[in-house]
Structures are given as structure tokens and as C-alpha cells.
């Protein structure tokens, strides 16, 4: 069983910048994939950024160039760093851990509201 707790969410000035974390606790063995995926009002969930035990990435088009996804392994801690906000980054960003048996674990979320 794996508990995963984001921080770092919060309000922020289209342009400006804020970087979320989601540490893993409990199992954190063979956590295959981190990443993150958000979901804003009235919207369908969109997969924002990945990044898999070996460091491969990948990232939505829409924040490509402006947001970085990055994993500390020691800390079994994901990150995404997100640069020149804008308004329709507005959501709800929730981590994810994959895990090499398929199992897939989520947080409970943290909002991002940019003006």
C-alpha cells in the first residue's frame, strides 16, 4: 500500500511560476512511472507529465517548454515544476505512481489557480 501526499499548490500571477511535490510512503518498491495529471472544472482529465525509473519523460503538449517533471528516487519524491503559468493551467494536479505490476495509485490532489 503506497500513500501519496502533494504540496506546493496554491494561487499565482499568469507568468509566475510554482513547483508541486508528491512524496510516496509505504510501498515504494518497483514505483515503475510518476507523474502527474490535472483536471479543471467541466474539463476531461489531462495527463500533464511523466517520468519513468530509468528518467525517460514525456509531457503533454500543451506545457511542453514551460513545465519540467523530475523524480528523486532516494526520497521516492516526484516533482513538476511549472514556468510562465497561465490561466488554463488552472486545475486540480493530482501525482500518479505506476507500478511494474500495472497498479496504479494517485493523490488525493492539489489546486493550482492561476489569474
Known amino acids: 500500500h503506497v500513500q501519496l501526499v502533494e504540496s506546493g499548490g496554491g494561487s499565482v500571477q499568469a507568468g509566475g511560476s510554482l513547483r508541486l511535490s508528491c512524496a510516496a510512503s509505504?510501498?515504494?518498491?518497483?514505483?515503475?512511472?510518476m507523474g502527474w495529471f490535472r483536471q479543471a472544472p467541466g474539463k476531461e482529465r489531462e495527463g500533464v507529465a511523466g517520468?519513468?525509473?530509468?528518467?525517460?519523460?514525456a509531457c503533454a503538449d500543451s506545457v511542453k517548454g514551460r513545465f519540467t517533471v523530475s523524480r528523486d528516487n532516494a526520497k521516492s519524491t516526484v516533482y513538476l515544476q511549472m514556468n510562465s503559468l497561465k490561466v488554463e493551467d488552472t486545475a486540480v494536479y493530482y501525482c500518479f505512481v505506476i507500478f511494474d505490476s500495472g497498479y496504479v495509485s494517485r493523490g488525493q490532489g492539489t489546486q493550482v489557480t492561476v489569474s
Open positions: 517520468i519513468s525509473s530509468d528518467g525517460s519523460t
Open positions: 509505504g510501498y515504494t518498491y518497483d514505483m515503475y512511472c
